[in-house]
């Protein structure tokens, strides 16, 4: 029962640094998305991939790049971390879009940028 | 404005009191429409989805007003273990989820 897995869990970085953060889905879904969570704000969506090959812009998508070579993964990339991104970084996945199913979160990543 | 606004409490109940949280949001496109619980900072756990018939689940009942464009939850009987952030969630195209910043309940004994 893995469902939706982050890697790392936490990770410092130095303002400058560039690192991937990894989603990993086993449901075979469709469609994944990157969400960042800070203090006082609702979560807010980077990225987003409706399929394998695809990638799309959320509502905050600047200082990240995405790719989704494999339908299971869909990966965030720092390339210059910034102290702006210090959150916690959601993946979720769903396989039905336009539907009252839910998106399956994973547990997070906590990233802090000195 | 934010396009999904919740109260962010905290609201401080007793055990077995009923408590009623609600959302108002601003695109009126939105698909569908969901509660969301977080504890202390977790991954956000579907509580229930929110229907215009209104739902319920137990001691949890949700209503949407698409014409307000309104949502509420209602708790019965609140336990401890409901303590925790309550999350308005709204969809859009490809399911993009729209999180309210959440609101905070804790039950005392």
Redesign the interface.
């Known amino acids: 029962n893995a469902g939706v897995t982050q890697t790392p869990k936490f990770r410092v970085l130095k303002t400058g640094q560039s690192m991937t953060l990894l989603c990993a889905q086993d449901m075979n879904h469709e469609y994944m998305y990157w969400y960042r969570q800070d203090p006082g704000m609702g979560l807010r969506l980077i990225h987003y991939s409706v399929g394998e090959g695809t990638t799309a812009k959320g509502e905050v998508p600047d200082g990240y790049n995405v790719s989704r070579l494999k339908k299971q993964n869909f990966l965030l990339g720092l390339e210059s971390a910034a102290p702006s991104q210090t959150s916690v970084y959601f993946c979720a996945s769903t396989d039905r879009p336009y539907s009252n199913q839910p998106q399956h979160f994973g547990d997070g990543t906590r990233l802090s940028i000195l | 404005r934010?396009e999904?606004e919740q109260d962010p409490g905290p609201f401080n109940v007793p055990e077995g009191a009923t408590v009623a949280f609600n959302c108002t949001y601003s695109n009126s496109a939105s698909?569908?429409f969901?509660w969301y619980r977080q504890d202390c900072?977790?991954?956000?756990?579907?509580l229930m989805?929110v229907?215009s018939s209104g739902n319920e689940d137990g001691r949890f009942t949700a209503q949407l007003n698409r014409a307000s464009q309104y949502i509420s939850l209602l708790i019965r009987d609140s336990k401890l273990s409901d303590s925790a952030t309550y999350?308005c969630v709204v969809a859009t195209?490809?399911?993009?989820?729209?999180?309210?910043?959440?609101t905070r309940l804790l039950v005392s004994p």
């Not at chain 2, 900072?41 to 579907?46: D, G, H």
């Not at chain 2, 195209?93 to 959440?102: A, C, E, I, M, R």
């Open positions: 934010k999904v698909q569908s969901f900072r977790k991954e956000p756990k579907l989805s229907y999350l195209g490809f399911q993009k989820l729209v999180f309210g910043t959440g």
